[in-house]
C-alpha cells in the first residue's frame, strides 16, 4: 500500500444543486463569484433533480509529469500544486489534465489544492455531497 | 470610476416590435436609493410606462430583475423577480421565483432587463454575455413548459436557463404564470399573459462573468456567518426538520393546527382529513432532494407518482400553496391527484392559486345553485378529481365556461349567477387569495387588504405572531409589546408588525433573497442584510439598519403610488365578507371574524397616508425622497394631503 493521496470526492446522490461549492471555490481562488471559474465543476439537471456530470481534481499527478520548468510538484500530504513563480504560462498542464478541471485565470493555470487543508467547497456543501 | 460590487452595473433594454437591443449604464444613485429588484423595478416602471397603459399592449413593460446579492453566494439568494402590469389586476404585478436563472443574467452582465413591444411572431430572446438573439419560434407556439425548455436548451445548448410560457400565457389567460427551469414558477398576477401577448414564448439565459465583491476579506466573514446559521444557529435545527425535510407542504399540518388551512373555498381553517395532503404524505412520492441556486435552505423536490390514475406524474413540488388550493380548498384528499394538478397547471403555465380558486369558486356556485348542471359537461362538485382536471384544460384553452374562469374570479363572478355570486368570489384586487385565512391569523386580513398586489401573502405575511415567537418579538418590537404581537387572534400590534414586515420584504425583493429565512424561519432580518450589503456593494450607507429601513419605506410607497396613479387606491383595500362578516364555523380559530378597518386605520397612520383619502400626505413623499410622484398625483387626485400642524 502507498501514501493514501487525499482528494475530493463526491457522492453524486446527495447532491442537490446549489452550486455553492463552484460559487466558494471561485470566490476563494479568483474573488470572485463564477462556477465558470470554479476549480470543481458540476452539471445538475434540475429536470430530474440529480446530479448529472461532475469533474473533480483527483490529485492524480498528470500535471506534474508534462510540466516543463516543474512548477508543478506534490506535497508531503500527498497534494498536487502550482508554484506560480516557476510558472511559464505555457499551459501545458492544462491540456494534460484528464478531467479538465485546471482553469486559467488572467493567462495562469490553477488548480485544486484542496484549500490548504480545509477545502471550502466541502464545507460550504451542507448535504455531505462532497468529502476528503 | 468607483464600481459598486455585487452589480453588474448595466440594465438591458430589448425592444420586440423592433428587434433592437441596447444596455445602458446603472446609475449608482438609483443603486443606493432603490438597492435593485423589486425596487429599481418599481422606479423604471414609474418612468418608463405611461398611466393607463393597457397591461396586453405592446407598451406594457416586462422587467426580470436581480438585486446584488444574486449570483453572490448570498444566503438563498438564486431568485429573482419579474415586475410588470398586471393583466389580471391592472394594479403592480409582480412574482419571483428560484431555480437558477437569475444568477444567469447577472452572470451575463446586466442586473435587469427590460422588455417592451411586442413581437411580429413567437420568438425566444436568447441573452448570453455578448448578444441578445431573437430566434424564431413558431414551432414552438403551442407547445407546454416542459418541452418547451427541452427544444430551447436543445437547440441552444445545456447552459442556458429557460423562463417560458405554455398554452395558457398563449391563450392570455389572466393568471397564467412563468415557468422557469422547469419546475418554479412566476405564478402570480398573469405575468405569462404578458409574455403571450408580446408572443415570447420563451427567455433563454447563460453567462460566464463573475460577480465582483467590494470587500472580499469582509464579505467572507458574513458568508461565514450564513453558513453559522444554518448548521448550528438557533434556526438550523428548525429550519432541517421542517423545510430541509418536508417543504413547504410541512405548512398543511402546522397551519390546520392553528385553524388556518383553507378549506372548501375557505369556508372553514381546518380539515379532517388534512393528515392525507401532508408533508409526511408526500414524503411517499419524492423522487428527488432538490434546491435552488445558491440556498442554505434547500426545500425543493421533485415527486414522482408510480401507481394507480395518476402513474407517470413527475412534477418540482408540490408547494404548499398548491397543496392547499387542490387539496384542502376542493376537498380532494388524493395527494396523488394534486400532484397531478400541479404538474398539469405547470404543463400548461397556469397559476396555481388561482386556478384552485376560480374552481372553488365554481364549485362553491354549482353547490348553492348559481349555475345548472347543463353548463357543464361534468359535475362541479367537492372533491370530484375528474372534474377539475376538465376545468384546468377548459381554463388553459378557454373552452366552455373554462374562457369565463381564465378571467379570474373578480370578472367571472360579474357573469356566472348575475353578480349574486360575488360575496364569495374571494380576492382583494381581482387576485384570487392565497392560502391563508385572516379570521384565524388577523394580521393576514391586513397583509392582504394592503399588497399593492392584491390578495398576497408574499409582500408582508408574518410569523411572529402566526406561530408565537416571543423572543424575536421582543427584540424587534420592545418587551411591552410581546403579548399582542404574538396573539394572532386579536388585531392590536398587528398594523405595527404588518408594516414592519412590508419594509422589510421590500429590501428582500430588492436584494434579492427568499422569503425563507426571512419569513420563516426569522434567521434574517435588517442587521443581517445590512451587515452583507455594505462588503458586498460598498455602498456605505447600506450598512445602516435605519437607511434600509428608509428604503424598505420608499420602496413599499413607490409601489402604492404606482397603483394610485392607475386609480387603485384604499378603495381597494378591503377584504371579501367571508372573512369580515363569516365567524369560522369550526376548528381552533371557531367564531372568529377580521375586523379590517381599526388595523387599517393604524396602518394608515404609521404609514403616514390620510386615512380619509388613502393619499400619501406631501411630507411623507418627500421624506422619502418620492417627490417625483407628487406633481403625477396632483394631477390625478387633485392636490395630496398634508399633516395638519398639529398632528
Same mark, same amino acid.
Given at each position: 500500500?502507498? $501514501?493514501?493521496?487525499?482528494?475530493?470526492?463526491?457522492?453524486?446522490?446527495?447532491?442537490?444543486?446549489?452550486?455553492?461549492?463552484?460559487?466558494?471555490?471561485?470566490?476563494?481562488?479568483?474573488?470572485?463569484?463564477?462556477?465558470?471559474?470554479?476549480?470543481?465543476?458540476?452539471?445538475?439537471?434540475?429536470?430530474?433533480?440529480?446530479?448529472?456530470?461532475?469533474?473533480?481534481?483527483?490529485?492524480?499527478?498528470?500535471?506534474?509529469?508534462?510540466?516543463?520548468?516543474?512548477?508543478?510538484?506534490?506535497?508531503?500530504?500527498?497534494?498536487?500544486?502550482?508554484?506560480?513563480?516557476?510558472?511559464?504560462?505555457?499551459?501545458?498542464?492544462?491540456?494534460?489534465?484528464?478531467?479538465?478541471?485546471?482553469?486559467?485565470?488572467?493567462?495562469?493555470?490553477?488548480?485544486?489544492?484542496?484549500?490548504?487543508?480545509?477545502?471550502?467547497?466541502?464545507?460550504?456543501?451542507?448535504?455531505?455531497?462532497?468529502?476528503? | 470610476?468607483?464600481?459598486?460590487?455585487?452589480?453588474?452595473?448595466?440594465?438591458?433594454?430589448?425592444?420586440?416590435?423592433?428587434?433592437?437591443?441596447?444596455?445602458?449604464?446603472?446609475?449608482?444613485?438609483?443603486?443606493?436609493?432603490?438597492?435593485?429588484?423589486?425596487?429599481?423595478?418599481? &422606479?423604471?416602471?414609474?418612468?418608463?410606462?405611461?398611466?393607463?397603459?393597457?397591461?396586453?399592449?405592446?407598451?406594457?413593460?416586462?422587467?426580470?430583475?436581480?438585486?446584488?446579492?444574486?449570483?453572490?453566494?448570498?444566503?438563498?439568494?438564486? %431568485?429573482?423577480?419579474?415586475?410588470?402590469?398586471?393583466?389580471?389586476?391592472?394594479?403592480?404585478?409582480?412574482?419571483?421565483?428560484?431555480?437558477?436563472?437569475?444568477?444567469?443574467?447577472?452572470?451575463?452582465?446586466?442586473?435587469?432587463?427590460?422588455?417592451?413591444?411586442?413581437?411580429?411572431?413567437?420568438?425566444?430572446?436568447?441573452?448570453?454575455?455578448?448578444?441578445?438573439?431573437?430566434?424564431?419560434? !413558431?414551432?414552438?407556439?403551442?407547445?407546454?413548459? !416542459?418541452?418547451?425548455?427541452?427544444?430551447? %436548451?436543445?437547440?441552444? @445548448?445545456?447552459?442556458?436557463?429557460?423562463?417560458?410560457?405554455?398554452?395558457?400565457?398563449?391563450?392570455?389567460?389572466?393568471?397564467?404564470?412563468?415557468?422557469?427551469?422547469?419546475?418554479?414558477?412566476?405564478?402570480?398576477?398573469?405575468? @405569462?399573459?404578458?409574455?403571450?401577448?408580446?408572443?415570447?414564448?420563451?427567455?433563454?439565459?447563460?453567462?460566464?462573468?463573475?460577480?465582483?465583491?467590494?470587500?472580499?476579506?469582509?464579505?467572507?466573514?458574513?458568508?461565514?456567518?450564513?453558513?453559522?446559521?444554518?448548521?448550528?444557529?438557533?434556526?438550523?435545527?428548525?429550519?432541517?426538520?421542517?423545510?430541509?425535510? &418536508?417543504?413547504?407542504?410541512?405548512?398543511?399540518?402546522?397551519?390546520?393546527?392553528? @385553524?388556518?388551512?383553507?378549506?372548501?373555498?375557505?369556508?372553514?381553517?381546518?380539515?379532517?382529513?388534512?393528515?392525507?395532503?401532508?408533508?409526511?404524505?408526500?414524503?411517499?412520492?419524492?423522487?428527488?432532494?432538490?434546491?435552488?441556486?445558491?440556498?442554505?435552505?434547500?426545500?425543493?423536490?421533485?415527486?414522482?407518482?408510480?401507481?394507480?390514475?395518476?402513474?407517470?406524474?413527475?412534477?418540482?413540488?408540490?408547494?404548499?400553496?398548491?397543496?392547499?388550493?387542490?387539496?384542502?380548498?376542493?376537498?380532494?384528499?388524493?395527494?396523488?391527484?394534486?400532484?397531478?394538478?400541479?404538474?398539469?397547471?405547470?404543463?400548461?403555465?397556469?397559476?396555481?392559486?388561482?386556478?384552485?380558486?376560480?374552481?372553488?369558486?365554481?364549485?362553491?356556485?354549482?353547490?348553492?345553485?348559481?349555475?345548472?348542471?347543463?353548463?357543464?359537461?361534468?359535475?362541479?362538485?367537492?372533491?370530484?378529481?375528474?372534474?377539475?382536471?376538465?376545468?384546468?384544460?377548459?381554463?388553459?384553452?378557454?373552452?366552455?365556461?373554462?374562457?369565463?374562469?381564465?378571467?379570474?374570479?373578480?370578472?367571472?363572478?360579474?357573469?356566472?349567477?348575475?353578480?349574486?355570486?360575488?360575496?364569495?368570489?374571494?380576492?382583494?384586487? @381581482?387576485?384570487?387569495?392565497?392560502?391563508?385565512?385572516?379570521?384565524?391569523?388577523?394580521?393576514?386580513?391586513?397583509?392582504?387588504?394592503?399588497?399593492?398586489?392584491?390578495?398576497?401573502?408574499?409582500?408582508?405575511?408574518?410569523?411572529?405572531?402566526?406561530?408565537?415567537?416571543?423572543?424575536?418579538?421582543?427584540?424587534?418590537?420592545?418587551?411591552?409589546?410581546?403579548?399582542?404581537?404574538?396573539?394572532?387572534?386579536?388585531?392590536?400590534?398587528?398594523?405595527?408588525?404588518?408594516?414592519?414586515?412590508?419594509?422589510?420584504?421590500?429590501?428582500?425583493?430588492?436584494?434579492?433573497?427568499?422569503?425563507?429565512?426571512?419569513?420563516?424561519?426569522?434567521? #434574517?432580518?435588517?442587521?443581517?442584510?445590512?451587515?452583507?450589503?455594505?462588503?458586498?456593494?460598498?455602498?456605505?450607507?447600506?450598512?445602516?439598519?435605519? #437607511? $434600509?429601513?428608509?428604503?424598505?419605506?420608499?420602496?413599499?410607497?413607490?409601489?402604492?403610488?404606482?397603483?394610485?396613479?392607475?386609480?387603485?387606491?384604499?378603495?381597494?383595500?378591503?377584504?371579501?365578507?367571508?372573512?369580515?362578516?363569516?365567524?369560522?364555523?369550526?376548528?381552533?380559530?371557531?367564531?372568529?371574524?377580521?375586523?379590517?378597518?381599526?388595523?387599517?386605520?393604524?396602518?394608515?397612520?404609521?404609514?403616514?397616508?390620510?386615512?380619509?383619502?388613502?393619499?400619501? &400626505?406631501? !411630507?411623507?413623499?418627500?421624506?422619502?425622497?418620492?417627490?417625483?410622484?407628487?406633481?403625477?398625483?396632483?394631477?390625478?387626485?387633485?392636490?395630496?394631503?398634508?399633516?395638519?400642524?398639529?398632528?
Amino acid at each position: 500500500m502507498g $501514501l493514501q493521496i487525499r482528494s475530493l470526492k463526491v457522492d453524486p446522490n446527495l447532491c442537490t444543486g446549489c452550486y455553492m461549492c463552484t460559487l466558494i471555490c471561485s470566490f476563494s481562488k479568483f474573488k470572485v463569484f463564477n462556477p465558470r471559474l470554479s476549480l470543481l465543476r458540476i452539471d445538475y439537471n434540475y429536470k430530474i433533480g440529480r446530479l448529472e456530470g461532475y469533474a473533480l481534481c483527483n490529485q492524480c499527478g498528470n500535471c506534474i509529469s508534462v510540466c516543463p520548468t516543474k512548477a508543478i510538484y506534490m506535497d508531503f500530504s500527498g497534494i498536487v500544486r502550482i508554484e506560480h513563480s516557476k510558472c511559464i504560462k505555457c499551459l501545458s498542464c492544462v491540456s494534460a489534465c484528464p478531467n479538465n478541471v485546471i482553469v486559467v485565470y488572467n493567462g495562469i493555470p490553477y488548480k485544486c489544492d484542496l484549500c490548504d487543508g480545509d477545502p471550502q467547497c466541502v464545507k460550504f456543501c451542507l448535504v455531505g455531497a462532497l468529502h476528503v | 470610476m468607483f464600481k459598486l460590487g455585487g452589480y453588474a452595473g448595466k440594465i438591458l433594454y430589448v425592444d420586440l416590435s423592433k428587434k433592437k437591443w441596447w444596455s445602458e449604464e446603472l446609475k449608482q444613485s438609483l443603486a443606493k436609493s432603490f438597492i435593485g429588484g423589486t425596487g429599481l423595478s418599481a &422606479y423604471l416602471l414609474w418612468h418608463l410606462l405611461g398611466r393607463g397603459v393597457d397591461p396586453l399592449s405592446p407598451e406594457n413593460l416586462l422587467i426580470i430583475a436581480t438585486g446584488p446579492a444574486t449570483g453572490a453566494l448570498s444566503p438563498s439568494s438564486g %431568485r429573482f423577480a419579474v415586475v410588470s402590469k398586471s393583466p389580471l389586476t391592472y394594479a403592480w404585478a409582480e412574482s419571483h421565483a428560484g431555480g437558477a436563472l437569475g444568477p444567469q443574467i447577472k452572470y451575463a452582465g446586466y442586473d435587469l432587463v427590460v422588455i417592451r413591444g411586442c413581437a411580429e411572431k413567437p420568438t425566444v430572446l436568447a441573452i448570453d454575455d455578448t448578444s441578445v438573439e431573437f430566434i424564431k419560434a !413558431e414551432d414552438l407556439w403551442g407547445l407546454d413548459t !416542459e418541452a418547451t425548455t427541452d427544444e430551447v %436548451r436543445a437547440k441552444l @445548448g445545456k447552459d442556458y436557463h429557460v423562463m417560458c410560457i405554455g398554452p395558457a400565457g398563449e391563450n392570455l389567460i389572466k393568471f397564467a404564470s412563468i415557468i422557469v427551469d422547469y419546475h418554479r414558477a412566476l405564478g402570480r398576477t398573469g405575468l @405569462g399573459a404578458v409574455m403571450g401577448f408580446k408572443k415570447l414564448k420563451a427567455v433563454a439565459v447563460r453567462g460566464s462573468k463573475g460577480v465582483e465583491v467590494h470587500d472580499p476579506d469582509k464579505y467572507k466573514e458574513v458568508l461565514e456567518d450564513f453558513l453559522w446559521r444554518n448548521t448550528k444557529g438557533p434556526w438550523a435545527l428548525p429550519a432541517k426538520m421542517s423545510l430541509w425535510r &418536508y417543504g413547504t407542504p410541512n405548512l398543511v399540518t402546522v397551519l390546520n393546527a392553528i @385553524g388556518r388551512l383553507p378549506t372548501k373555498n375557505h369556508w372553514t381553517g381546518y380539515w379532517e382529513e388534512a393528515d392525507k395532503i401532508s408533508g409526511e404524505a408526500l414524503l411517499r412520492y419524492r423522487a428527488a432532494k432538490t434546491s435552488c441556486f445558491s440556498c442554505a435552505i434547500m426545500c425543493k423536490q421533485v415527486t414522482k407518482v408510480e401507481n394507480g390514475r395518476y402513474a407517470g406524474t413527475v412534477t418540482g413540488g408540490p408547494e404548499y400553496e398548491t397543496v392547499f388550493a387542490f387539496g384542502s380548498n376542493l376537498l380532494i384528499s388524493n395527494v396523488e391527484a394534486v400532484i397531478y394538478f400541479n404538474k398539469l397547471c405547470n404543463q400548461l403555465g397556469l397559476d396555481t392559486i388561482s386556478t384552485g380558486k376560480v374552481i372553488s369558486f365554481l364549485f362553491e356556485c354549482y353547490e348553492k345553485s348559481f349555475i345548472s348542471r347543463d353548463i357543464v359537461d361534468f359535475e362541479p362538485t367537492w372533491g370530484n378529481e375528474e372534474a377539475v382536471a376538465k376545468i384546468i384544460e377548459a381554463i388553459a384553452f378557454r373552452k366552455g365556461i373554462g374562457d369565463i374562469l381564465a378571467e379570474g374570479v373578480a370578472k367571472a363572478c360579474k357573469t356566472i349567477g348575475d353578480g349574486k355570486c360575488c360575496d364569495f368570489a374571494l380576492h382583494v384586487k @381581482g387576485l384570487e387569495v392565497s392560502g391563508q385565512d385572516p379570521r384565524a391569523q388577523k394580521s393576514v386580513g391586513l397583509t392582504w387588504a394592503i399588497s399593492v398586489r392584491g390578495a398576497d401573502h408574499l409582500r408582508s405575511l408574518t410569523t411572529v405572531d402566526e406561530l408565537g415567537y416571543r423572543d424575536v418579538a421582543a427584540e424587534r418590537f420592545g418587551v411591552d409589546k410581546v403579548e399582542c404581537v404574538c396573539d394572532r387572534l386579536t388585531e392590536e400590534c398587528k398594523a405595527l408588525i404588518v408594516k414592519d414586515q412590508e419594509d422589510f420584504f421590500a429590501v428582500v425583493d430588492s436584494v434579492i433573497m427568499c422569503k425563507y429565512g426571512t419569513m420563516w424561519p426569522p434567521m #434574517y432580518y435588517f442587521d443581517f442584510v445590512a451587515k452583507l450589503l455594505k462588503p458586498l456593494t460598498g455602498i456605505e450607507e447600506f450598512g445602516n439598519v435605519k #437607511y $434600509l429601513r428608509l428604503v424598505g419605506e420608499r420602496i413599499a410607497n413607490l409601489k402604492r403610488c404606482f397603483n394610485l396613479r392607475e386609480g387603485i387606491g384604499m378603495e381597494s383595500e378591503k377584504l371579501p365578507k367571508r372573512f369580515t362578516e363569516e365567524p369560522m364555523p369550526t376548528g381552533p380559530a371557531k367564531g372568529y371574524v377580521c375586523n379590517l378597518e381599526d388595523m387599517l386605520i393604524e396602518y394608515y397612520a404609521l404609514r403616514g397616508w390620510d386615512y380619509r383619502t388613502g393619499l400619501p &400626505y406631501v !411630507e411623507t413623499l418627500n421624506h422619502l425622497d418620492l417627490g417625483f410622484v407628487i406633481p403625477v398625483l396632483e394631477d390625478i387626485y387633485g392636490s395630496l394631503p398634508r399633516r395638519s400642524k398639529n398632528g
